[in-house]
């Protein structure tokens, strides 16, 4: 199955400069379509009355979201993709929070920041492969200080309140992994890359990262290595 690709941008230079970032970053992209604005990427998506993409027999896997657009924001359309089966990346200028952690919030799946070399934004978009979130490097030191800087004003463990003894949390369902799902859990604890487990399993590495996004969401993790001590602790590998 030919990988697909969507560019929503409205510049034209900068539209071209990111298929050019695709074509290196990836080498089995076989298919990118560009567009100027939501309704063109909507229209392309076969968005239905209600405003989701229409279940689509050869969806998009990567979708890049602009986020200034001249008839609306990238943020709506991230919105509208929150159950569409691709990886989203914001591909923007701004580097504010009045634009980042909206952006989270809506489900994006990256943010990478234009403005950044050409050869900067290959190597985000390549971890992809990896499992990682393509962030530009301005973009993850500024994840960093605010979570370091958030809530300043809490008191310390030691001059808390006193709480109630937390109440255990409930076990996922862990039955719910598909055979599939658990076969990608199994590479994945013993340390297999993306790229790897799609080559041994003989998919596509993006069919890979959407069972690792399902893997994650139904065992409550959202990394590997919780992935891989909590399949070891359940017996589940």
Request: net charge negative; glycine share 6%; hydrophobic share 40%.
């Amino acid at each position: 199955m030919a990988v697909k690709v969507l560019i929503l941008e409205d510049n034209p230079v900068a539209r071209g400069f990111l298929c050019r970032v695709v074509k290196e970053s990836f080498s089995d992209i076989s298919s990118i379509t560009e567009a100027g604005d939501l309704e063109a990427a909507r229209r392309l998506l076969g968005h239905t009355a209600g405003g989701r993409p229409a279940r689509a027999d050869d969806p998009y896997q990567l979708i890049l979201v602009d986020l200034e657009l001249p008839d609306g924001s990238g943020l709506e359309l991230l919105q509208e993709l929150s159950q569409y089966p691709a990886t989203r990346i914001v591909t923007t200028l701004y580097s504010d929070d009045e634009h980042l952690f909206p952006a989270l919030q809506c489900g994006a799946d990256g943010y990478l920041l234009k403005e950044d070399r050409f050869e900067v934004l290959v190597e985000e978009l390549q971890k992809i492969v990896r499992g990682q979130p393509p962030l530009s490097p301005a973009i993850a030191r500024r994840l960093l200080t605010h979570f370091r800087t958030a809530d300043p004003q809490l008191p310390s463990a030691s001059m808390a309140a006193p709480v109630n003894p937390p109440q255990p949390a409930p076990q996922p369902d862990y039955e719910r992994l598909t055979p599939r799902e658990s076969e990608v859990l199994t590479y994945l604890s013993k340390g297999f890359t993306i790229k790897e487990i799609a080559s041994l399993m003989g998919i596509k590495w993006f069919t890979v990262n959407d069972h690792i996004k399902s893997i994650y969401k139904k065992l409550n993790v959202s990394s590997r290595a919780e992935a891989a001590v909590l399949a070891s602790k359940q017996g589940l590998v």
